[in-house]
């Protein structure tokens, strides 16, 4: 798809204040390379004309800083520093930047195309996403920290949402520092920017703690005594919210014994001695603001087993649904705060992603707008 003309054109008018100043983009990197390193590619992808990539407010800031000094330092300068007449270049250049870049993003707002996931689109800050940790008894070998071959990622559960999550975050904010950490990891540092929390109650402690935090969130996970491996939904309204399952068609000789199927997790998937399979899960997508931070957001991408959660993080990631599940969020939630449950079908062990336009894989919807009307 084509950029925009608004794109198109603060992308030109960066190029043309670098060219002004005969800078390369390795020198222009270089400059703007006070407190957070900018590579060349990232100059580059802000200059492009076939596809621009939108730059943060504060790189705009920095921008006008540079290019309003004369003569254009090597570094950008304080603003404090400024003389008068430089002050007065730095605040029209940084209103002309700043106005080129909300008439993209009001572009994009009212057309989001599948170039970009505008969910994902941060404007600034840090990003972590808290993903959980397997229980060791579940553990394979190589995630020990005795092992000559540790790999830590072997500690990770929801690698699958994990790693669909984590490429399309650092795609979409390349400026951004983005990471991820187990829940023992997490710091009072960690929780004041943005978090996406990945996994259910169970696993991921954060996740648990912070849903108990989050009491505008009118949807509440619990255990049940019928499920060993999965915690269900519950809205305020008190109607739950199960996974399906069916007999396999499978035959099976031997049923697992009770302890093996304990530390394959799996314990749900046998009825007795008959085989069950997951035809469906149940997947939990939030937005909500950080309560330790409103400037910065929590996203939740949750479900009663694994597939529920990589449906919801599939649901902004999958490149066949995205652009129309982009369009339903900012249609339907025009605030940004939202809670949805959504169905997650499951086609030969794999977990489909959920259509919001079809409205059956919607189960619940929640935002403060519904509630104020």
């Known amino acids: 798809m084509a950029p925009s003309p608004e794109a198109v054109r603060l992308a030109r008018r960066l190029r043309d204040l670098r060219a002004s100043e005969r800078l390369t983009q390795k020198e222009l990197a270089r400059a703007l390379s ?8 990232t100059i580059s992808s802000w200059e492009s004309e076939t ?8 790189r705009l800031r920095s921008y006008a800083l540079l290019f309003g000094t004369n003569p254009v330092p090597s570094r950008v300068p304080r603003e404090q520093d400024l003389t008068p007449a430089d002050r007065e270049r ?27 996931s505008y969910t994902f689109d941060f404007e600034s800050g840090r990003i972590t996403l808290i993903c959980p940790e397997v229980p060791e008894d579940g553990r394979s070998s190589l995630g020990q920290e005795d092992n000559p071959n540790f790999t830590k990622l072997y500690k990770y559960a929801d690698l699958d949402a994990l790693i669909e999550m984590w490429g399309h975050v650092r795609a979409s904010n390349p400026e951004l520092r983005v990471r991820h950490r187990l829940p ?21 402690r954060v996740t648990s703690r912070l849903l108990r935090v989050l009491d505008n969130l009118p949807i509440r996970q619990l255990s049940v005594p019928d499920l060993a491996d999965g915690e269900i939904f519950r ?40 085989r069950r399979e997951l035809v469906e899960d149940v997947a939990l997508f939030a937005r909500l603001p950080n309560p330790f931070n409103h400037s910065r957001t929590i996203t939740i991408c949750n479900g009663v087993y694994s597939r529920g959660v990589l449906g919801a993080v599939r649901t902004l990631t999958d490149d ?18 939202f809670g949805l449950l959504m169905r997650v079908s499951v086609v030969n062990g794999e977990a489909v992603t959920p259509d919001l336009e079809i409205a059956d894989n919607r189960l619940f919807e929640w935002s403060p707008e519904d509630e104020a009307e």
């Open 51 to 58: 596809n621009p990539k939108l730059p943060p407010e504060e």
């Open 34 to 41: 006070a407190e957070v390193r900018i590579a060349v590619a």
């Open 235 to 274: 809205s305020r309204d008190g109607r739950e919210y199960r996974p399906v399952w069916e007999e396999s068609k499978d035959p099976e000789d031997d049923a697992p014994t009770r302890a093996e199927l304990e530390a394959d997790q799996a314990q749900d998937a046998w009825r007795g001695d008959t």
């Open 90 to 116: 730095f605040n029209t250049l940084h209103r002309e930047l700043v106005n080129l870049r909300d008439d993209i993003r009001h572009q994009q707002t009212s057309a989001p195309s599948s170039n970009s």
């Open 320 to 337: 066949s649904v995205r652009e129309r599940n982009e369009a339903y969020l900012a249609d339907r939630f025009p605030g940004g705060v």
């Open 184 to 204: 023992s990891e997490v710091s009072a540092d960690h929780l004041s920017g943005h978090l996406i929390l990945i996994g259910g109650i169970a696993w991921n």
